[in-house]
């Protein structure tokens, strides 16, 4: 696999062509086949693989800039794309894959978009980072485990290749490695959502599903010996989805700008970008787009730099994207009223990607209260 061109042309290039089909799929809720085709002709899909699997081993900084492209135009592909890409990177950090299994999912890369997604919640339970156990049980067998539980907001559906899968094995907690075709695996079509329609986010059940013994990774307990949920903090590789996001308010902004300059009311005789207000509210729309890539980008030199002091602050980082993201898409929506919140116009579309940021761990509540436990605790 070879290195995937950043330059920002051939990025911009990924965002025309994905963007071109993302208004179909939107309204289909399909499979954003044709966009997932882009990303992979372009190596964006497999540029964490690691280097010790033959892969470009890419870091947090270049897959943001490849989420942020990806985003800008589609959010479903990106959400994706970095759901695949995550499990890539937690690959080459620390091999954890049965060697047969990921040696597939790397073959079938090869030929088109191979999709992996971690699938944690659990109707009844919600989502991990809130606290508490899977339902989802691994037992063992002579050879191996099977599998049993129902999984919600499992993003990717039918399409996935693999499924990683939050579970409890033996009273220990971890992930199990699922290869997408296996009997036992039954789909059902819960999503129709706001946003991220083609995302196809929807619940599986597992009934009985057979693996092998080395298909369960566990994860450590604290030294407390408590089980936390690693999703609940952010950390450096937890990034690619506000990256993403922030991809969606650069689309915005470009389809606020389109119509700006486009529009000609009768009574003004000239378009609308060239009056002050609507230069105002541009620059509004740019500067919280701004505040967003600077933050993204600063937590990661940050990182990069060695700052782990840093470290406590990077979910209050995310909660900061999250907000001029969703500050950006609004602006736009509501300078421009009707036309803005009509299907003929991507606005109404970018608006609904963009308030689908705050799902992501860590919730904006729990950032705010431990960031303000931390303050008031004497030191």
């Not at 900084?61 to 989420?67: A, E, G, N, P, Y």
């Not at 990921?102 to 109707?123: F, M, Q």
């Not at 989805?241 to 529009?263: D, E, K, L, N, T």
């Amino acid at each position: 696999m070879s290195t995937p061109d950043l330059s920002p042309g051939a990025l911009a290039e990924v965002t025309a062509e994905i963007a071109s089909t993302a208004a179909e799929y939107d309204r289909s809720g399909d499979l954003p086949w044709k966009g997932l085709h882009v990303a992979h002709r372009a190596g964006l899909l497999t540029a964490t693989v690691g280097k010790q699997y033959g892969g470009p081993g890419l870091g947090p900084r270049d897959v943001v800039r490849i989420l942020t492209a990806i985003g800008e135009g589609d959010a479903s592909v990106g959400l994706l794309a970095s759901n695949s890409l995550m499990s890539h990177a937690g690959q080459a950090a620390r091999l954890h894959w049965p060697k047969a299994y990921y040696d597939d999912l790397l073959e079938r890369s090869k030929n088109g978009p191979a999709l992996v997604n971690a699938i944690r919640a659990e109707p009844e339970l919600g989502a991990p980072a809130r606290g508490g156990l899977p339902k989802t049980t691994l037992t063992r067998t002579g050879d191996g485990w099977v599998l049993n539980g129902r999984k919600a907001y499992a993003t990717g559906g039918t399409g996935l290749a693999y499924h990683v899968v939050w579970a409890v094995a033996d009273e220990r907690v971890g992930h199990v490695i699922v290869p997408a075709d296996l009997p036992g695996i039954t789909w059902i079509d819960t999503w129709d959502h706001l946003g991220l329609r083609a995302s196809n986010t929807h619940d599986v059940v597992y009934e009985d599903v057979r693996l092998p013994a080395d298909a369960f990774v566990e994860i450590p307990r604290g030294p407390d010996g408590v089980y936390r949920d690693p999703a609940a903090m952010a950390g450096p590789a937890s990034f690619g989805h506000p990256a993403q996001y922030v991809g969606v308010a650069r689309a915005a902004r470009a389809a606020f700008a389109a119509f700006a300059r486009s529009r000609i009311p009768s009574s003004l005789g000239k378009p609308i970008a060239e009056t002050e207000r609507i230069q105002a509210v541009a620059g509004e729309i740019d500067l919280q787009i701004v505040q967003a890539e600077t933050l993204l980008h600063g937590a990661l030199l940050r990182l990069e730099a060695g700052d782990t002091a840093f470290l406590p602050e990077l979910s209050a980082v995310k909660v900061a994207i999250a907000r001029s993201v969703i500050a950006a898409t609004q602006t736009a929506v509501a300078a421009l009223g009707n036309p803005g919140l009509t299907r003929h116009n991507p606005l109404e579309r970018h608006l609904r990607d963009a308030l689908c940021i705050r799902v992501h761990p860590p919730q904006e509540d729990a950032v705010l209260l431990a960031g303000g436990r931390r303050v008031l605790t004497p030191r």
